[in-house]
């Protein structure tokens, strides 16, 4: 058998010169490698990073309001803001930070980064290197 590589997983997904965030994951975790690993791939490829799992980007034209999903009416416990703000150093939270706290409180990943947005936190730097 052919051992799978990144860039053969990035290939075979169905839609061509894009890649969801969660496939992104995926494969990451597929092939035991760092999720920055597949993003850089996926850059070095020019396929665009798609459908962020905290909301920030790849839901519609860059530059159109639906591109991102933050930005909505907040409706979070008001400890799950606090442990946003507690992790955050300097403005700004890692995406894996994001992630964990969402998922140790069991709230949605897109609901953690519409939190951190609605407290003005950056949410930086992101796993898969996007931004």
């Known amino acids: 058998m052919e051992k799978k590589t990144i860039e053969g997983m990035i290939r075979s997904y169905p839609l061509k010169n894009t890649l969801p965030c969660a496939v992104a994951h995926y494969i990451a975790a597929l092939l035991g490698v760092l999720p920055k690993e597949v993003g850089d791939k996926a850059t070095e490829l ?8 905290l909301g920030l980007f790849g839901y519609g034209r860059k530059g159109v309001s639906c591109y991102k999903t933050v930005g909505r009416p907040v409706e979070v416990p008001a400890d ?3 442990k946003i703000k ?4 300097d403005g700004r ?5 994001l992630w964990d ?3 140790g409180t069991n ?7 519409n939190a951190a947005d609605s407290l003005g936190i950056k949410i930086k730097p992101c796993q898969l290197g996007a931004f």
């Open 46 to 53: 020019k396929v665009r990073l798609d459908m962020c799992q």
């Open 80 to 82: 799950f803001l606090e």
């Open 86 to 89: 507690t992790a955050a150093v």
């Open 93 to 97: 939270i890692a995406c894996k930070d």
């Open 101 to 103: 706290i969402a998922d």
């Open 107 to 113: 709230i949605p990943r897109p609901e953690a980064g």
